[in-house]
């Protein structure tokens, strides 16, 4: 019996088998690119093909723009993608999700699954970064001995903060044994406790010269440094493992120097500025604490009768050492000027002033301070305090005007 | 070799520094007595003196690291030379 298929079924079949097929439905492609075309709808159509034979191939526009290159004619490349069939043409095509130039293929390959296997493990997170020292010591660089990026860094370090020691750790930096001289400098490094922060690097180059800083080993040696790292690998645009691992990461070993030092101008002047603010809030601290020594000097000018309310004598003696144990602790506390001040207070005192044989009259009732003649008529009854006690007087009579020098005041004032 | 932590009266410059800042920090909330502020103002003029002394040194000093063949690690001088970049 002759089993007769329509177009479409014929058709079905073939994509079934080639959309089921289990390495088609995930494939890396190497071959060269032809007949590109970018079409207004921003896909790209091409054919990839090698010595006997060619493929189609389509990349949509969502996948297209993150290509970090312009595939054109000519070009070999890496293909990924899924093989499927296009029944409406019968076209068996290659859809691209990834492309890159096969130049480097396997190797930029394995660079990719390195990267998103350290990064699965959180050696490029951000909070394992650390701080730059802000004023380091010793900076170590890690690098060849020989090459421009020593030369570099000795060149800026030198120029911004001389006072720094560089310690250089030699080591290779391109060819099989760089990954394992780089991981064994940056062992010296972590062995040795003197050292602030570790520039690891090299000049300019290639990309395949640069290729020890995307080893595994150099990675986690790196990730391991017990000081910050900045990696410095000489490439501007491309990162490296290296660069994703280091707590910093400069595009070159002048940038790396830069980032690692002060500018000595700059620390000077934060110095100047730190000592300028030292001195105000010093100054700050004396001039607050003489306000307050003149308040209480004055308050305790003022309130001082009125703390006379038992006897007299031992009243006037509380008093007076209340002024004077308060005078000393400022002075013990203080400095000279202070010292000037309590002095000036002392003479100012009313216990100076009586024991100069002043004494001060007062009304014995309310005990207010009788300043003038007015305030009391004769027949009032007056207290009089003198240094060594008070007196109890009767106003015998009331003269106005001021004594001056050389006149005898023996009515309504003390001494009577 | 000494680390420069040596010098700057048992600090280093970058300690130095804190310390100051956080002196400078104290005096100015005025929380300090004045005995107290004045003996941080003199702990704080000498850290500046010795600060500003640090930052007067006018040599970088270059060293290389190697490790001797009982495994332990000194320092060499260094000299640049001109090689293959």
Redesign the interface.
């Not at chain 2, 300090?32 to 005995?35: F, Q, S, Y």
């Given at each position: 019996m002759l089993t007769i298929y329509s177009v479409s079924d014929v058709s079905r079949r073939i994509k079934q088998i080639v959309e089921g097929d289990p390495v088609l439905a995930g494939v890396w492609v190497r071959g060269e690119v032809s007949n590109f075309t970018l079409h207004s709808s921003g896909h790209m159509y091409f054919s990839l093909k090698d010595a006997s034979a060619r493929i189609r191939c389509v990349m949509f526009r969502g996948r297209n723009s993150r290509l970090a290159f312009t595939p054109a004619d000519g070009m070999l490349v890496l293909a990924f993608g899924s093989v499927g069939m296009y029944e409406k043409s019968g076209d068996v095509q290659l859809y691209v999700e990834d492309m890159m130039p096969a130049g480097t293929g396997s190797l930029y390959l394995g660079f990719l699954q390195l990267r998103d296997k350290l990064a699965r493990e959180g050696l490029f997170d951000q909070a394992r970064k650390r701080q730059l020292p802000r004023f380091p010591a010793v900076v170590a660089a890690v690098t060849s001995p020989t090459g421009a990026a020593i030369r570099d860094i000795i060149t800026v370090i030198s120029r911004r903060t001389p006072g720094t020691t560089v310690l250089v750790v030699p080591a290779q930096v391109q060819g099989d044994e760089a990954p394992e001289s780089i991981v064994k400098a940056l062992d010296m490094v972590n062995r040795t406790a003197l050292v602030d922060v570790v520039i690891v690097g090299r000049g300019g180059g290639s990309i395949e010269e640069l290729w020890a800083f995307n080893d595994e080993r150099v990675a986690r040696a790196i990730a391991a440094c017990r000081v910050p790292v900045i990696s410095a690998v000489g490439h501007e645009t491309d990162f490296t493992i290296a660069d994703f691992v280091a707590d910093r990461r400069a595009p070159t070993p002048s940038a790396a120097a830069e980032m690692a030092t002060p500018d000595l101008a700059e620390v000077r002047r934060d110095v100047a500025q730190l000592a300028l603010r030292l001195d105000a809030a010093a100054r700050g601290v004396v001039a607050r604490c003489r306000e307050r020594l003149e308040l209480a000097a004055r308050s305790h000018v003022l309130r001082f009768p009125l703390e006379l309310t038992r006897e007299p004598r031992q009243a006037l003696a509380e008093a007076e050492e209340r002024v004077r144990a308060s005078v000393l602790r400022t002075l013990q506390a203080g400095r000279e000027r202070l010292g000037v001040l309590a002095a000036g207070l002392e003479a100012r005192s009313p216990l100076g002033t009586l024991a100069r044989g002043y004494g001060i009259v007062r009304t014995p009732v309310d005990r207010k301070i009788v300043r003038s003649v007015a305030s009391v008529s004769v027949g009032d009854r007056v207290e009089v305090v003198l240094a060594d006690g008070a007196l109890g007087c009767d106003v015998a009579a009331v003269e106005e005007g001021r004594p001056d020098a050389g006149r005898r005041c023996d009515r309504g004032q003390a001494g009577l | 070799?000494q680390?420069?932590?040596a010098t700057a009266g048992k600090l280093?410059?970058?300690q130095a520094?804190a310390e100051?800042?956080r002196?400078?920090s104290v005096?100015?909330s005025?929380e300090?007595?004045?005995?107290d502020?004045?003996e941080?103002?003199e702990k704080?003029?000498s850290l500046?003196r010795a600060?500003?002394e640090?930052?007067s040194?006018?040599?970088?000093?270059?060293?290389?690291?190697v490790?001797m063949k009982d495994g332990s690690?000194a320092?060499e001088p260094?000299r640049?030379?001109?090689?293959?970049?």
């Open positions: - | 070799m680390g420069e932590g280093g410059f970058e520094m100051l800042e002196i400078v005096l100015e005025g300090l007595g004045l005995e502020a004045l941080a103002f704080g003029m500046v600060c500003q640090k930052l040194q006018a040599e970088t000093r270059i060293a290389k690291l490790e690690l320092t260094f640049v030379e001109e090689g293959p970049g």
